[in-house]
């Protein structure tokens, strides 16, 4: 429910973005406001509480917008997100835009684990060997996971590559099991 | 009008009954005379007292007898007139009621002597019932017996073909947890002897061989089937895709 909701407000922005020719721009603000949003309480605390009232949260709101997103469409964007009280959705609007900025540009976005931390030009190769097996523009997201042992496991989209030797033992141990 | 007649009839009666006493009365007139005559006689001498038991002696009045049997005869005349037809009814009611009694006791008799030979037959066939009932009752008591051993039979029957199933079950249960077991204990030295060895040079080759199998897709598994690439620590750079 909420997704789809999210997904209308992002679909409804990022046409205003090409319209005007900035979707990218648009979509990078928002991820900022989002991010912003994830790691502030305070914020989280001053806009989803109800014992402030509208007034006060609309206060904040255009404190903060121009320092973290100076487009006008974006502004405009988020007080009818307060106002509708919609604000809480904001990091799923934020997803959802990204999304459908990805596809407008024809790039996929891929979650490459790895047991230990992966150096540059490793995580470049990586990555051109995901745009070689998708076809699309790869943006590569790392982390890091000491429980896969060894390899590396990489997500994009739907689609999961797994070369870790966590998974390799899985599977020795259900081959022996059965 | 009936009592008129009853008046009438009880009038008759008294005429009748009083007709000898008139008589009766008219006798006793000369018999007082003749007693004084006598009692004057007795006065007159004693010599002549042997003479006088000479005319004491009994005699016969026939006219006296005539009124009694007159007297007697009104009696039947009556008894017969007015209490002949009563009693003759009333005999003829209880000679009705004694034909009627003597018809039922015969009924009665009749129907006693058929039950009492219905009883003799029914003693008579008794004991053959009584053998009749209990070879019954011993034919059902035997298949009683028979369908209680089927029935034990088949429980017991079903009972161990459950246990034997149970059993299996418990067998297959132990001997998959023991392949589970060896298998986990075979994975957990596995793993430490990995760790252990896994240096950063077989870390480089497992992401060589982990992007040379991405890029070509043919090299990868897809739908979680087993990829065919070498299992030891140094070749598990295969990667493989799930959709």
Known sequence: MGGSVARRYARALFGIGVDAGKFEALGAELGSLATLWNESDELRQALENPVFRPAEKRAVLEKILPQVAPTPEVQRFVLLLLERRRIVLLPAIARAYRDLTDAQLGQVRAEVTSAQELAPGTLDRVRRSLEQRTGKKVIVNAKVDADLIGGLVARVGDLVLDGSVRTQLEDLRTRLVN | ?243
């Open chain 2, 1 to 243: 009008m009936k009592r008129l007649r009853l008046f009438a009839q009880l009038a008759t009666m008294a005429g009748a009954l009083a007709l000898p006493a008139l008589a009766f009365a008219q006798e006793g007139e000369p018999a007082a005379a003749g007693e004084a005559h006598e009692a004057a006689g007795e006065g007159h001498g004693e010599g002549h007292g042997e003479h006088g038991a000479e005319h004491a002696a009994p005699s016969f009045d026939g006219k006296r007898m005539a009124w009694q049997l007159l007297n007697f005869g009104a009696l039947i005349f009556l008894l017969v007139k007015f209490g002949g037809p009563a009693v003759s009814k009333a005999l003829s009611a209880r000679h009705q009621q004694i034909k009627t009694d003597l018809v039922s006791a015969a009924e009665a008799r009749t129907a006693a002597q058929a039950r009492f030979e219905q009883q003799e037959k029914r003693l008579a066939s008794l004991e053959h019932e009584i053998a009749a009932i209990a070879a019954s009752i011993k034919q059902e008591a035997e298949a009683e017996k028979a369908r209680l051993i089927a029935l034990s039979e088949e429980r017991a029957k079903r009972i161990r073909e459950e246990s034997e199933f149970i059993i299996e079950q418990q067998i297959k249960q132990a001997e998959e947890d023991l392949r589970r077991e060896v298998a986990a204990a075979a994975v957990a030295l596995a793993e430490k002897i990995v760790r252990s060895q896994l240096g950063p040079a077989d870390q480089q080759r497992m992401i060589d061989s982990f992007v040379g199998d991405v890029a070509t897709p043919n090299g990868t598994r897809t739908n979680g089937t087993p990829h065919s690439g070498s299992a030891s620590p140094a070749g598990r750079g295969a990667p493989r895709s799930e959709i």
